[in-house]
């Protein structure tokens, strides 16, 4: 077998050209492989379920959270089906592993007043119509924040109100607009400094150099501060938001899966939870009989 090293190196290659993995998922992967290889002290085609296994205790033993541990295995296990596709190895020594239950906590979202309020105020330059096209697709489209500063001025289509995006595992979906959304993007391309660029980034800095993530997470949190006095927004929370919103008024997961880009519908299944509570507020101050439930039983 390769030098181990080699093979990591091979390995994050692959994660890159392939599965298009983002800079900061590789990074976790790099240093969650490497640190399982120090662990091991010796080759990985010499590796047994027991060593995984000692593995994770001496990370239990750490106190690291359940949710580190996950992705810890997570990146184990997906190394070694690597090394089994270019038969380097004929076993995964990590599926025997088991992960540690989560309790998965249930995201923060925006109720639709708050979201509304968000979102009402008027731009009053180009830098504010800049920045309400992208909240308005963040929350109007439920688009990832990465997938937002991806977009170039081509990826729309305002007259037929959608947007093309090509999300995890550069996988291309297509998103409706709103009526709102598109009026706001509208406004944002008549400033735009590369309007005559199909191929130029959708939203840029005031340099006209495509716009950083960082940019858009301040800009959200400023905005949150004056339209909710809430510094708390940010990006992800938004297309919680929308996912959420969309539930509670149609009931379509499936759609609603389609519309977020979720390969498996297990992930877009925790906006029912998050549906039901809401539901669940609703009966407790609607039903007259709902408050006197606990002393009945």
Not at 154 to 163: F, K, Q, R, S
Not at 184 to 211: Q, R, Y
Request: charge should be positive; include cysteine; glycine fraction near 4%.
């Amino acid at each position: 077998m390769s030098d181990p090293k080699e093979l990591v190196e091979q390995y994050l290659r692959h994660l890159v050209v392939v599965r298009n993995f983002s800079g900061h998922t590789l990074s976790a992967y790099k240093r969650e492989i490497y640190r399982f290889a120090d662990f091991l002290q010796k080759p990985f085609d010499q590796s047994t379920p027991q060593d995984v296994k000692a593995f994770i205790a001496k990370l239990r033993h750490k106190d690291l959270s359940s949710k580190s541990i996950q992705r810890n295995l997570s990146a184990i296990r997906s190394f070694y089906s690597y090394l089994i596709d270019q038969e380097l190895i004929a076993t995964n020594p990590a599926t025997i592993a088991r992960s540690p239950k989560m309790t998965r906590r249930l995201p923060k979202v925006l109720d639709t007043d708050q979201a509304a309020r968000l979102l009402d105020f008027r731009p009053q330059n180009a830098k504010e119509k800049r920045d309400k096209a992208i909240i308005e697709l963040l929350y109007g489209s439920g688009l990832r924040l990465m997938e937002v500063v991806a977009l170039s001025i081509e990826n729309l289509d305002l007259a037929g109100g959608v947007v093309t995006v090509r999300g995890k595992g550069n996988k291309v979906r297509q998103v409706p607009l709103g009526r709102l959304c598109i009026k706001a993007l509208d406004e944002w391309l008549t400033e735009h400094p590369s309007i005559t660029n199909n191929s130029a980034a959708l939203f840029t800095n005031k340099n006209g150099k495509p716009i950083s993530p960082r940019t858009i997470q301040k800009r959200l949190k400023e905005i949150a501060i004056i339209q909710l006095g809430d510094s708390s927004l940010h990006p992800h929370m938004l297309r919680h938001s929308y996912a959420t919103h969309m539930l509670e008024s149609s009931g379509d997961l499936r759609g609603i899966q389609e519309l977020l880009g979720h390969n498996d519908i297990s992930t877009t299944q925790i906006y029912t939870h998050l549906d039901f509570q809401h539901l669940a507020k609703v009966y407790d101050k609607a039903h007259p009989r709902a408050k006197f439930q606990a002393d009945e039983d």
